[in-house]
């Protein structure tokens, strides 16, 4: 499921970087330019989870009554105020009872990000997302479809190797011996059979690896198995 974040800010090189560095974290960024836009954005996708506030906007509306007319509406939302001063700050605390959060420009990405995160996970997306999806970057499971994406591009994988990827992903840093993977994948009956975990894991390798002659997610554990390496 994709985590959508509502970026509202009307300065177009401000936004064009958060919405960047959103993107690069596995956010899907719907964008807006003023208050009206923003308010139209989240009618047309009701599954926006986290909202991204500038204050100052050109038009009728400021930050603080976009974040208003959200609460008056969705009380599940969440809302991080981007404040452009610290005078601003002062009138941030005293509005903060609508909002969740803010941040002050300039901002890097990885504090923007790391609010966002935050968020997502208090509001509830943490906790949808670990239902049918297993984030361990650049990986990205989705077990209600069965798929994998690398850096947010699909891998195909037989239903073997999916199940052998969902195996790892789900027991990072374990070693796991051949017999517990075949085990696990291929069922009972296929008992003795060690060498078609091998045959999938090399298959597996050229899917995932950067670079399949030295691996640096599965791992040989030299005589006993593999290890997922995260
Ligand atoms: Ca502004």
Redesign the pocket.
Known sequence: MTRKVLVL???AN?RSFVVINLKRAGYDAIEAGTGEEALARIQQNPDIQVALL?????GEMD?FEVCRRIRAGNSQMGIIM?T?RTQEMDKVSGLMTGADDYVTKPFSPAELTARVDALFRRTGGGAMRDADEIEQPPFLLNTRNRTLEKNGKRVKLTQVEYSIVKLFMENPGKALSREEILKAVWGTEFLGELKIVDVNIRRLRIKLEDDPQNPSYVITVWGFGYRWEM
């Open positions: 800010e009307d300065e401000i500038d204050i100052m906007l050109p930050g981007l452009a």
